[in-house]
């Protein structure tokens, strides 16, 4: 299954549980994490192409997650909680059953390093290797979160994503405590700064 609502949901892991009983201990879960604020913008122009989201732009909409300490972000703004929402995750499932993969390792790995596609398939123990370079194909035509929004904007966005345990420090931190397998990381456990 394949969907990224789930991480977002805090009654999924249960349900998956409930759903698979005594087999769960042998799901194997995948994580694509992708910079909290860049999934904002692709999620707020996706919306936007669907519906009016309210906000006259994207620096519109973040101004008012920001002078409220995001009570007005709604789905956009939850959809990038990720330090909550894996510890949601670990609180039902044993960490060591995920992979977390960053999204930029995901469409360019570096020369030498297994790809996520390929660990995942190891994973998995399927030992078909997957030769094809992974590709995003729904990236939208919208110009960066700098070009629509500047420094001062984005920095106050991170403030608010910080004070909601979802900066990368926050996502650090739970992943130390953990014994889920960050992909592309080599450094030791328990090391929150240099995860």
């Known amino acids: 299954d394949c969907t990224p609502r789930y991480l977002r949901y805090p009654t999924a892991p249960q349900r998956v549980l409930s759903y698979y009983g005594s087999q769960a201990k042998a799901l194997q879960f995948v994580i694509l994490l992708r910079d909290p604020v860049s999934r904002m913008l692709s999620h707020y122009h996706f919306v936007s192409q669907l519906s009016c989201p309210g906000w006259r732009d994207f620096s519109e909409y973040v101004s ?19 330090g909550p929402q894996i510890e949601n995750w670990f609180s039902v499932f044993d960490s060591s059953q995920f992979l977390i993969v960053p999204m930029k390792l995901l469409t360019a790995s570096p020369k030498g390093m297994v790809t996520p596609p390929n660990r995942i398939m190891e994973r998995l123990h399927i030992h078909k290797l997957i030769r094809k370079q992974t590709v995003h194909v729904n990236a939208g035509k919208h110009g960066s979160s700098v070009d629509e929004l500047g ?45």
């Open 151 to 195: 420094w001062a904007k984005i920095q106050g966005l991170w403030k608010v994503l910080g004070a909601k345990r979802a900066s990368p420090e926050a996502v650090a931190e739970v992943l130390a405590k953990s014994q889920a397998e960050l992909h592309g990381y080599r450094g030791g456990r328990g090391d929150a700064a240099a995860i």
């Open 64 to 82: 008012s997650v920001i002078q409220t300490d995001g009570a007005s972000g709604g789905e956009c703004l939850d959809a990038s909680l990720y």
